[in-house]
């Protein structure tokens, strides 16, 4: 039996502990308290930009707090996350990473890796399209074919950059006699308008990323990268059809944090991401964005960037 001694001096030893665990609950549920910095990996006016800065807008009205963006350009998209990198593993700063920026490392670019971050979700997937101006002589996507087989390198593709998707596709087009010549811009709103000015004949792209465009009718699609057509451009053939085997390299952005941000406030952000990706203010965007797309698991986000890196790394292997 417990003297009064010994019950004071149990309830000195547990009182504590009950107090700390109780502040250390309270503090796990308190998360977010401060603005969530969103470091977009491009800048202004691309796609990346403009996915960042909705989603920041929906997750404040979910999480209550301010998300910030802060756009670091540069670099294919490293820049950004080195930044990310530098900052403290606590979920108070979230990236966007793209397919482009995986790509990148692919192509030896960078010092970051897969293993470097944890994809919280993947928010937007799409095809790439060749895209032309209005006034371009190349109605269907075997013109093109055999104009650029008739004249090798002559005709100009606006890209955004060397080891790329863009790049992939455009060498592996060379490979079976249709080479064309990369014109790579870093700066996105350059890269869209490069064709409309004559400085390119084309551009290779995702509908998203022009989508003002071809809206207004400056620009029409040649040619989906698929295996299938894409739902808002029913007319316009796939690769597959022309029996090629370029349809495994998707444009994808996620929203990542830096690994060892601990597994709670990643559930919460993870939580809140995809409670907006369902909202009707969502579903508006992306379908002005082509660029709907289902919800991920944890696993399956993961392994969607793992192996889009391997295709492109064995990819860019095959053509070296």
């Known amino acids: 039996m417990f003297t009064k001694f010994a019950k004071h001096a ?18 796990a549920q308190a998360y977010p308290e401060r603005p969530i910095e969103v470091i977009v990996t491009f800048g202004p006016g691309g796609g990346a930009d403009s996915m960042g800065r909705q989603m920041g807008r929906l997750l404040e009205q979910r999480l209550n707090v301010a998300f910030p963006v802060v756009n670091v350009a540069g670099a294919s998209g490293n820049a ?26 692919a192509a030896g670019l960078g010092s970051s890796t897969v293993d470097d971050f944890e994809v919280v979700a993947v928010t937007q997937d799409s095809p790439s399209m060749l895209f032309v101006p209005r006034n371009s002589p190349f109605k269907t996507f075997k013109d093109f074919l055999d104009h650029a087989k008739a004249n090798p390198g002559q005709l100009k593709v606006a890209t955004s950059g060397y080891g790329t998707q863009d790049d992939i596709t455009l060498k592996y087009l060379a490979s079976l006699g ?42 029409r699609p040649l040619v989906v990268f698929d295996d299938k057509r894409h739902e808002s451009f029913p007319d316009v053939e796939t690769s597959r059809e022309h029996d090629m085997d370029i349809s495994d390299l998707p444009n994808f952005r996620t929203i990542v944090v830096r690994k060892g941000t601990p597994a709670d406030r990643v559930e919460v952000l993870r939580n809140a991401i995809n409670d907006a990706l369902e909202s009707d203010e969502w579903k508006q965007f992306c379908a002005q964005t082509y660029t709907c797309t289902r919800i991920y698991s944890p696993e399956e986000a993961e392994a969607h960037v793992r192996n889009f890196y391997e295709t492109v790394k064995a990819r860019l292997d095959a053509t070296n």
Do not use: C, K
């Not at 000195?12 to 609950?25: N, R």
């Not at 930044?83 to 990236?95: E, F, R, V």
């Not at 080479?179 to 004559?198: D, I, K």
């Open 10 to 27: 149990l309830f000195g030893l547990v009182a504590p502990a009950l107090i700390l665990g109780g502040a250390q609950s309270a503090m």
């Open 80 to 105: 950004g996350l080195t930044q990310l990198l530098g900052n403290a593993a606590d979920g108070y700063s979230i990236a966007t990473m793209i397919a482009l920026t995986v790509s990148s490392w």
């Open 178 to 219: 249709y080479e064309t010549t990369n014109v790579p811009f870093s700066r996105p709103a350059e890269r869209y308008s490069a064709p409309l000015g004559g400085h390119t004949d084309m551009i290779y792209e995702e509908p998203g990323d022009v989508a003002q465009l071809l809206q207004a009718g400056q620009l």
